[in-house]
């Protein structure tokens, strides 16, 4: 590793290894391909829950949940059951930036980094930003981005009405990350971080086109991802022999067969309810309640432990997870009911691939915070935790779902390591060239 002074990460949001594989065999990605083979491009692992907010942060920090503190895009106020919106500074784990404060680093749309703070560098936050000022160090940068039309994200909620609109907002959005990207290549930097997430919203609306020849809109689909091809190697191409290139996703991707309402789940199994007949928000779950779930995949015990006007007491709310983890495992897709599987022809198969609680999960300081079960549905089946579902499961306009396997790393040099395999995105960070070893 001593060969390399600097290092340069380049991040390709919801890429699954499997989907990387099959554009290379048809040379819809042959920079990358090219790359790929020169050096080590394997599988991975993300983090649980496998989306952005937790993944992203375990990547910046080098270690999992149970170290940095975050669980999803949302969480729990402290001791309530109220909603709160973790961001950046809710990290409790040091950035990569931070561990090396005399390295100079530039971050271009990492997720998770709002709002952006001093740095030796230049950060620009990626989703969710909801406040551009507030995503730009050093500040006097915004005037240029501006004047480059430079977006964070594609405009998503068009997106759910209009397809062909989503193909254009992804090129429109990713114009002007190139232009800023290459911009900034110039300054100085040892580290330099830079994450193209529309893939990830192509692969949420469009999954089913892009191995479907005859989907309407498979040519447009394919062609993004080579435009995307034609940015990272041409980034890949301006850096010298003494940059380390990584190449990553964060989490999988695979066809989506149907949401799953967990809230819901737990009502018909008699642990939830709610003091409204219509809720919004947890905050209606009642005292009387012995669990509910957030998104994604999280269930909370409702114990005095946790909340102050928790139900559980320790034992009661261990006894409780143990009962909820054993009929998760056994729940089949026949149980989401007869319209559900007449209509798809599938096989009746668990909904849930595994079920776990919180201690085969999490370890470090931040365990306490975290959810009391995770479960990991099998492959297809997205698991939502609105309050106010009146059904177990539904239709959406998403063709793709995470995935916790199936995400990739590609580094430029051959074997870093003497085994990658069952590697990790919390163990990315160990990758950079004065590390002696795999943080997390």
Known sequence: ?????????????????????????????????KVAAAGTFVPMNSSLPPISSVAWTSFMTGVGPG???????????????????????????????????????????????????????VLISGFVSPIFERAVQPMSLIPWLKSKNYRIDTDNVRARQDRSFLINDLFSTLRPLEEVVFGLFSEPWDIFILVVTGTDRLNHFLF?????????????????????????????????????????SDHGFTDLKIHVNLNRLLQSLGYLSFDSPDPQDISSVSRESDAFAMDPTRIYLNSRTRFRNGKLSKIQASEKAVRIKNELSRFM?????????????????????????????????????????????????????????????????????????????????????????????????????WNTDILG
């Not at 060969?3 to 920079?31: C, Q, T, W």
């Not at 950046?88 to 749309?109: C, G, M, S």
């Not at 022809?345 to 085969?360: I, R, S």
């Open 333 to 433: 897709t026949s149980d989401l009911g007869p319209a559900f599987m007449n209509s798809h022809n599938y096989l009746n198969e668990p909904v849930f691939e595994q079920v776990k609680l919180k201690e085969e999960v999490y370890q470090g300081p931040c365990s306490e915070l975290a959810p009391d079960i995770i479960v990991i549905p099998s492959r297809g089946y997205d698991i939502k935790a609105s309050v106010n579902a009146k059904a177990l499961c539904h239709h959406d306009i998403f063709t793709g779902t995470h995935t916790n396997d199936d995400a990739f790393i590609i580094v430029g040099d051959k074997q870093p390591y003497a085994d990658m395999s069952n590697f990790e995105i919390s163990k990315v960070a160990g990758l950079i060239p």
């Open 1 to 33: 590793m001593s060969d390399f002074n600097r290092i340069a990460f380049v991040g390709l949001d919801g890429v699954p290894y499997s989907l990387l594989k099959h554009f290379f065999e048809l040379s819809v990605m042959p920079g990358l391909k």
């Open 67 to 121: 170290r940095h503190g975050i669980f999803g895009f949302t969480d729990l106020e402290k001791d309530q059951v109220k909603l709160k919106l973790p961001s950046f500074d809710d990290i409790k784990a040091p950035v990569l930036w931070k561990r090396y404060p005399e390295k100079k680093t530039i971050v271009v749309n990492l997720p998770f980094t709002y709002p952006a703070r001093p740095l030796n560098g």
């Open 208 to 248: 089913d086109a892009l191995r479907n020849t005859d989907h309407p809109l498979y040519e447009e689909a394919i062609s993004y991802y080579r435009r995307v091809d034609n940015f990272v190697t041409g980034f890949l191409e301006r850096l010298d022999i003494g940059t380390r290139q990584v190449i990553l």
